[in-house]
């Protein structure tokens, strides 16, 4: 598995593992297909990858194999702002799940902000993300906070995790 900065040249491929996830992680949501297209269009639609790659602070990665024919499979996005890392999003394509990439990414992601002068890694998850929960859970993180989050007009609960011990060589 190659990992690497995100290119404009990605902006499909993280609609798509985007939209694969959305569908196997909140399928309520989902359902409502409204909320999800504004989501996905909102938070990975090439405006919006556009803005993220030009702004200070961010970070975006992606994760190919190694031969890079099929393009990315899973991504991350984190911005770093005064000291703190926030891990907004990191998704692996559901078939692509359980072989370490998520683990891998998430690791880089973190050297990546650690680089940058952060002190402090947050991550967000929509609540009902149960897979999610498990994941920043067993790579270290604290749930330190709920809050409430705007998709498509509808509210949804979100929690705040917090990486209290971590090594960047790790």
């Known amino acids: 598995m190659r990992y690497r900065e995100t290119t404009r040249d990605d902006v499909a491929a993280i609609e798509r593992i985007a939209r694969a996830s959305w569908e196997a992680d909140y399928p309520d949501i989902l359902s ?4 999800a297209d504004e ?10 990858i556009e803005r993220e790659l030009n ?3 961010s ?7 190694d031969d890079g024919d099929d393009g990315p499979v899973a991504f991350a996005h984190a911005v770093v702002t005064g000291g703190e890392a926030t891990i907004l999003r990191l998704y692996v394509h559901p078939e692509a799940r359980r072989e370490g990439i998520g683990k891998e990414l998430l ?4 050297r990546e902000a650690s680089d ?3 002190d402090r890694i947050r991550a967000m998850v929509l609540a009902e993300n149960d897979l999610g929960d498990a994941f920043y859970r ?3 993180f604290e749930s330190v906070e709920t809050g409430e989050t705007v998709i498509g007009g509808e509210r949804y609960e979100e929690t705040t995790y917090e ?3 971590w090594d960047v060589e790790g």
Request: hydrophobic share 45%; aromatic share 6%; no cysteine.
């Open 59 to 65: 970070i975006l990665l992606v994760a190919e194999a």
């Open 163 to 165: 990486l209290r011990d």
């Open 138 to 140: 067993t790579a270290g």
């Open 116 to 118: 940058r002068a952060a």
């Open 55 to 57: 702004a200070p602070g």
């Open 32 to 35: 409502r297909e409204t909320a």
């Open 39 to 48: 989501a996905v269009d909102e938070w990975y639609g090439s405006d919006a």
């Open 107 to 110: 690791g880089r992601t973190i």
